[in-house]
């Protein structure tokens, strides 16, 4: 698998990152054990989570496998923290101190000293942002982390942030943004990816497949097993229901069709290749849909159906 830097950094990162957002509830250690497997077999070395993914268990799960299936220093860890579950329910907390003790509780579910790439993981109007990037400053002076980012600011919060840690002497300079994108809902373009770019950021899109919706399989239903059937992810996934993501679904499938590839292909390739892209996070519940997922490291979407594609979405900006 080809390697990227992250933006203006010296980081290199797998053009794919492995997600794992589900692992330790869909997800259970066998199926985890066998993602990672084939991800690190297709030449992945870029593992994302965070410390509010399935109250933990994702970097519990993680940190059972590294030294197994994979040693430590043979793949790029990436967490996050700002976002828990405290008793059923999700709590943003971005304060320096919940930050830092998220920071070390992870290290411990981890089995690791250090991650190398620390973010945080939502925006808080809660807390000053100077309190929230000191976190930051003191994760990189302290080794726990080797590189930091942000995810999920919006184009003017971006900017905001990177301006702080770049005035001042000893700040952390911020690495990356993770942040929504696909065909479905291209709406960083407007103001994320052009600050990102200007700034020196690398981009990391979550839901490169649009919440699932761009693999086609709701075209003629919703399938017993799938997010949408899901009380907890059904509102999720019907955001991109609508009628104007049904045709650029149906427009991708076209494409898939005629290309000979699977319509999931088609769209994180797009989204792959996309300007500023590092790379996206994809997350599949059994290893069978990441290999599907992996076979588009193979593949470059023609630039007339790139072309087709971004007039088709381009009411998704």
Known sequence: MQQRYVGASGLQVSRLALGTMTWGKDTDEHEARDQLTAFVEAGGTTIDTAAGYTDGRSEELIGSLLGDVVRRDEVVLATKAGIWRRGGERVTDTSRGALLRGLDTSLTRLGTDHVDLWQVHIWSDSVPLEETLGALDHAISSGRASYVGISNYNGWQTARAVTLQEGGAGRARITSTQVEYSLVNRRIEREVLPAAEALGLGVFPWSPLGRGVLTGKYRTGTPSDSRAASPVFSGFVEAYLDDQSRGIVEAVARAADGL?????????????????????????????????ALRAEEKTLPAEIRGALDDVSGGAV
């Open 260 to 292: 000979g590839w699977t319509p999931l292909e088609v769209a994180l390739a797009w989204v792959r290749d996309s300007p500023g892209v590092t790379a996206p996070v994809i997350g599949a519940r059994t290893a069978a849909q990441l290999k599907v």
